[in-house]
């Protein structure tokens, strides 16, 4: 199981972008699905989670510019981000709670995907 984020890279100040993350291997379910993001220099912080029924919350920094859609059919979570800011610049990452079958168990354990950049610079 792992996850696969994409969709980072350079824009400018007040542009957009969507960052997805797929969920691949052999998955029983997924519950909920989270973006974080780590700025040079600074400690990782939660950017949107969205639980399998939909719930989402926000941080206050992006509430407003972001949103956080969910395909559950494709295991895939999106980030989409506007009105973006340089402050915005960041790795961003997803994590997901995965539910997966070990032999006759049901197991729930947390995944990372590989960070994706986001440079807001003009």
Do not use: H
Not at 53 to 64: L, P, R, T
Not at 73 to 99: G, R
Request: glycine share 10%; with cysteine.
């Amino acid at each position: 199981v792992q996850l696969q984020a994409s969709g980072g890279g350079l824009v400018q100040p007040g542009g957009s972008l969507r960052l997805s993350c797929a969920a691949l291997g052999s998955i029983f379910r997924i519950n909920t699905m989270k973006w974080y993001r780590q700025a040079p220099g600074l400690s990782r912080e939660l950017v949107a989670g969205i639980t399998r029924n939909g719930s989402i919350n926000y941080a206050d920094f992006v509430k407003g510019r972001f949103t956080v859609p969910r395909d559950n059919a494709k295991k895939t979570v999106y980030l989409q981000m506007n009105s973006l800011k340089p402050e915005d610049t960041a790795v961003y990452y997803c994590n997901a709670d995965i539910v997966v079958l070990r032999g006759t168990e049901l197991r729930t354990q947390a995944y990372w995907g590989r960070g994706t950049l986001v440079t807001v610079s003009s």
